[in-house]
């Protein structure tokens, strides 16, 4: 077995990338070429993420419930969305659409992009790449905006709820 050097931020934006893509048949070039992420980083992050237990052996079934308990439970310690300055772009966190009618906030929290008119407090998303490929797939802004929340130190049964049922987990 490999030896596990810990997760990176990419390794979740593919695993929420793969539980995205549903029931489609994919293959890792095509995760990699919709993330804007080389083919052997996404070869690379699966592999951690087999060792860690967030995808089984077969390298394409999440374990959403093992990857669930991470992001609730360790995803603000291991990589924490910390508040930047006033830029703007897209709209994440308590600020995107999937959680913007059940929280307020006084500035909007956005990821830095060009090309989007919201000026907020900025957040890193976790990997560069984020803002460009949630342009093409919905499921994957809301996962990941529901992260960022998550990132911020938020528990509520809310965001929970929502990610669960957005993760297709009963």
Known sequence: ??????????????????????????????VAAQLNISNSEVSESVNR????????????????ENL??????????????????LVRGMPTAFSASVLSEEFVVEDPYIWPAKGYNTKGISIDPL?????????????????????????MGAKSKVIVNLLSQKMGIS
């Not at 993420?49 to 959403?64: A, F, N, T, W, Y």
């Not at 669930?68 to 300055?85: Q, S």
């Open 49 to 64: 993420s087999v060792i860690g237990g967030l995808i089984k052996d077969d390298k394409r079934s999440v374990q959403k």
């Open 1 to 30: 077995m490999k030896e596990h050097k810990g997760m990176r931020p990419q390794d979740i934006v593919i695993l929420l990338k793969i539980i995205s893509l549903g029931d489609e048949d994919w293959y890792l070039k095509d």
């Open 68 to 85: 669930l308990e991470f992001l609730v439970y360790g995803v603000k310690h291991v990589f924490p969305a910390l508040e930047g300055r």
């Open 127 to 151: 990997y560069h790449t984020v803002p460009e490929a949630c342009k093409e797939d919905e499921q994957l802004y809301e996962l990941l905006a529901l992260t960022d929340a998550l990132r």
